[in-house]
């Protein structure tokens, strides 16, 4: 029974203390030397207007993305991001989860003689957990031009670009529709036109398009 109580004492205690050191977090600090690592592991040029602290994470304000993925700029007006720490302790992966408003993709280069018109995110949000070799987005949500609804996993080393996907589109905005083959041409994707508007992108693991 002493050992019983010796334990359960020892797991509150540990309890205690991470829930102190969460709550204490200098979250502002956390979110700027997370957008410098950022910078640094896409390869892109990130400014803001400014960030701040929130419960459990951090929030930025008047986001820009630039050269992302070497073809593509993004912007968001807020852009929240909370780690997740029990998924991440259950997978051993780092996960967080991002929210995000005013989202919006600029002109995307797939030639450098070609570009396809951006197109207006609107708010959303997605879980995405991180590896050396890939990016799983999951609960991927968007409510703009461009609605999003699904999983996706792609590559940050060689091969294929997309491992895995079950996402559905619609596309509200014409211009960018109809240079969608294009993009997959370019890219490789696997899309697929449903309908006037909708598309899906779907590929199972291992599956070569």
């Known amino acids: 029974m002493k050992t019983v109580k010796f334990f359960l004492s020892f797991v509150f205690f540990v309890v205690g203390v991470v829930l102190a050191a969460w ?10 030397s997370a957008l410098l690592f950022a910078a640094r592991w896409t390869s892109s040029r ?15 304000q008047g986001l820009e993305v630039h050269g992302l ?4 700029d993004i912007s ?38 070609k570009k ?3 197109i207006f995110l609107g708010s959303g949000r997605v879980a995405a957990s991180f590896t050396e070799e890939e990016v799983l987005l999951e609960d991927l949500r968007s409510n703009g031009d461009l609605t999003l609804n699904g999983t996706l996993l792609f590559a ?7 491992r895995q ?5 619609a596309v509200n905005f014409a211009p960018f529709e109809k240079e969608l ?13 449903e309908a006037s508007g909708r598309w899906s992108l779907r590929q199972a693991r291992g599956e070569v398009k």
């Open 23 to 32: 709550f204490f977090m200098p979250w502002k600090q956390v979110g700027e």
């Open 46 to 60: 990130i400014a803001y207007a400014s960030v701040g602290g929130v419960p459990g994470g951090f929030s930025v």
């Open 69 to 72: 993925l070497g073809m593509v």
């Open 76 to 113: 968001f007006r807020t852009l929240t991001v909370t780690p997740d720490i029990a998924s991440s302790l259950l997978n051993m992966v780092p996960t967080c989860r991002f929210a995000f408003t005013g989202g919006a993709l600029g002109d995307i280069a797939v030639t450098p003689r």
């Open 116 to 118: 396809i018109p951006g």
């Open 156 to 162: 940050l080393s060689d091969g294929p670009f997309i």
């Open 165 to 169: 996907a079950d996402v559905m589109l």
């Open 181 to 193: 083959p294009s993009l997959q041409m370019a890219f490789g994707l696997p899309l697929r036109q």
